[in-house]
Structure formats: structure tokens, C-alpha cells
């Protein structure tokens, strides 16, 4: 059972990147009728998000939100001894995007880098391997960069994602901190369920082909996509979290013998507004402690977490705190996080 615990390790500080190209919901009416996408906008919740433009990727995110964070904290890159990338949207099926960036950001050659696949989920999976190697001797900081370009993988012509999903970059510095008691992860995964949210082709399994990049109908509701898009069951998904994320938050928070009520802000992923409203209630959590970014960036996937924090929780984490972080999504995987934190500072969120 992945159930992990650490002490005197903490995020010190974060910065966030999203694109200039601002995309406003009710105004993407190019493929469908606009009391279609009112519809579509009222349910979701989502009325803006952040679209890469051309030749930007999630790496370029990243970037910029890392050269925020070394110039507003005054950083030593050469205190960098770990830089972890989080993403399903790499600049390349080959070498790993962790490595391009370790050489962009003029970080050391003895800097490890490496690249950790996951969706919705991966920002707290993520922090649990930054802790991990912050925890061990002769470790300085761990540089967490968490990128998506999720405007890429959906496509415009399907209703059922391509209103939901949007662009941006988070980074994060991980340290000791003797003056922070423990941490408490839980990480978990279900690949029986791994049809739920997917890309069939342009994989190894099924590789790109002429066929796999011919735009098709794909169910009764005239929705298009290519077999090269990503395609999510909504209803399924949204049981699934209903029985798997609120009774392992609850567990989590027995672990480190604390409550809801007890934790400061509590960030889930941005999954949509109706399934972020439902398990507030579920959990009785206070409203006024479940921030939210889904009206404004969309699902960023797996940057939804920390681009939450940095956008709504700026010059709230002074003095000690305590955070509870829940991803879920893609795989299925999930992962709950109580975190104490002091003194986090949080550059403002950039646009590139």
C-alpha cells in the first residue's frame, strides 16, 4: 500500500505560466450552435481558458514559470539537485523533456532530470518523489515543474471535451524544512479502468497511420474526433470518483489525525465545476476553503492543482498551514496529499 510519510520536508516557493491566448467559451461557437455551447459552459463551468499557440509547448510553460521562481527568490541554480518533469504532453516521444529543460534552465550536468507520465493525478505524485529525494542526505532542492497542453490532445468537434480543457506551467521547490512536521501521501491506481480516459493511436501499441489521423463520427451524437484524440466517459468517470476520492481523503486525513475542517485550503483537481461543487458537499467541506480556477484556466489535467494554488492562494500560505490536495483522473489513478506548509512564496502567474 502506497502510503507515504515524510517530516521536515516542504514546498518553499511556486510560480505559475499559462499562455497569452485566451479562449472565452461562449465565443467558441466555430463548430457548434451557441445555445449549445451555453449549455455546455453552464454545466461545466468553464468559461475561459489558455490555449498554446503554434510551436509552444508545455516545456516553454515550465520555463517560464521556473526563470520566475529563480528571479523572484533570488535562487542558486547550482542548489538544484533534482529537476522531476510532470507531463503527458512532452515536446518529444524521445529524449525526455526533463533533460531539454535541465540544459535550458543552465542547470548543472549533475543535476538528475527525468520525466513522470501521469494525467490529473501527477502534480501529488510528483511532490511524493520530491519529497522522497529531498528527504535523503546531501539533497538541496528538487525543482517540480509540472507542464499540459491539453488544447492539443482534444478535439474542437467533440462536445464532450472539447469545452473543458486548457494550457498552462507550474513550478515548485522542494526542501527541507526542520521547522515543518509530517506530510502524509496516499497514491493509488486502477488499470481496469484505463479505457475510460484515453488516445487509442499514435502510441507504440497503435502506431500513426494515414487511417488513424481521418477525423470521424464517433457516436449518436455526431460528435468528431481522429483515433490520434483524446476521448473521456464522462458518466463512468464521474462515478468512479464519487466512490474512490472521498473515502480515500477521509482516510488520509484519519492517517494524519487531522479533518477537513482542520485543514486551510483544501485543492482538488479541476476536474468540472459540478463534480468540484458535489464533492465539497460530499466531504462537508467550507466553501470559502476549496479554492477554484475551473471558470478561469479550465481542466489543465495534472497542472490544475498547482496553478490553483498559485493563482487563488498568492500571500494566503504566510506563516504555517495546512494544505489537503486530491488528483484523480487518467489511468484511473489518484492521490491525496496533507501537507503542512510555512512562508510559501508564490510569484505571480505569468503569460508567455
Not at 522522497?132 to 499540459?148: F, Q, R, S, T, W
Not at 488513424?212 to 468517470?237: F, L, P, Q, S, W
Not at 492562494?313 to 494544505?323: E, F, P, T, V
Request: glycine residues 8%.
Amino acid at each position: 500500500m502506497a502510503e507515504l510519510t515524510f517530516e521536515h520536508i516542504g514546498i518553499s516557493c511556486m510560480a505559475g505560466a499559462v499562455p497569452k491566448n485566451l479562449i472565452k467559451n461562449r465565443d467558441y461557437t466555430e463548430h457548434f450552435p451557441a445555445d449549445a455551447v451555453k449549455e455546455i459552459v453552464d454545466k461545466t463551468g468553464v468559461e475561459e481558458r489558455r490555449f498554446a499557440v503554434e510551436g509552444q509547448t508545455a516545456s516553454d510553460l515550465c520555463f517560464a514559470a521556473a526563470e520566475q521562481i529563480f528571479e523572484d527568490n533570488s535562487l542558486d541554480k547550482s542548489d538544484i539537485d533534482i529537476l522531476l518533469f510532470v507531463s503527458q504532453t512532452p515536446d518529444y516521444r524521445m529524449p525526455a523533456t526533463s533533460v531539454t529543460l535541465q540544459h535550458r534552465l543552465g542547470l548543472g550536468k549533475s543535476t538528475a532530470a527525468f520525466d513522470i507520465n501521469l494525467g490529473c493525478s501527477g502534480f501529488v505524485y510528483g511532490l511524493s518523489v520530491a519529497y522522497a529525494y529531498a528527504n535523503m542526505p546531501g539533497i538541496h532542492k528538487v525543482l517540480l515543474l509540472d507542464g499540459e497542453t491539453r488544447s492539443k490532445v482534444y478535439h474542437p468537434k467533440d462536445r464532450k471535451t472539447g469545452f473543458i480543457f486548457g494550457d498552462a506551467g507550474v513550478a515548485a521547490i522542494i526542501e527541507k524544512n526542520e521547522n515543518l512536521g509530517e506530510s502524509f501521501f496516499s497514491l493509488n491506481s486502477d488499470g481496469s479502468k484505463s479505457d475510460l480516459i484515453k488516445i487509442d493511436a499514435g502510441g507504440y501499441r497503435n502506431p500513426s497511420s494515414q487511417e488513424t489521423v481521418v477525423e470521424k463520427v464517433v457516436d449518436e451524437y455526431g460528435n468528431i474526433r481522429t483515433d490520434e484524440h483524446g476521448y473521456m466517459n464522462g458518466a463512468d468517470v464521474f462515478n468512479f470518483v464519487l466512490r474512490e476520492i472521498p473515502k480515500n481523503i477521509k482516510k488520509t486525513l484519519a492517517r494524519a489525525e487531522t479533518t477537513g475542517d482542520d485543514c486551510d485550503y483544501v485543492v482538488c483537481h479541476q476536474a468540472n465545476k459540478f463534480m468540484n461543487d458535489y464533492l465539497a458537499k460530499k466531504l462537508k467541506l467550507d466553501k470559502s476553503k476549496v479554492p477554484s480556477t475551473i471558470e478561469k484556466y479550465g481542466n489543465t489535467s495534472s497542472v490544475s492543482i498547482p496553478i490553483t494554488i498559485v493563482d487563488q492562494l498568492k500571500d494566503k500560505l504566510s506563516g504555517k498551514k495546512k494544505l489537503l490536495l486530491s488528483g484523480f483522473g487518467v489511468g484511473m489513478s489518484w492521490a491525496t496529499a496533507v501537507l503542512p506548509t510555512e512562508n510559501v512564496k508564490i510569484s505571480e502567474v505569468v503569460e508567455v
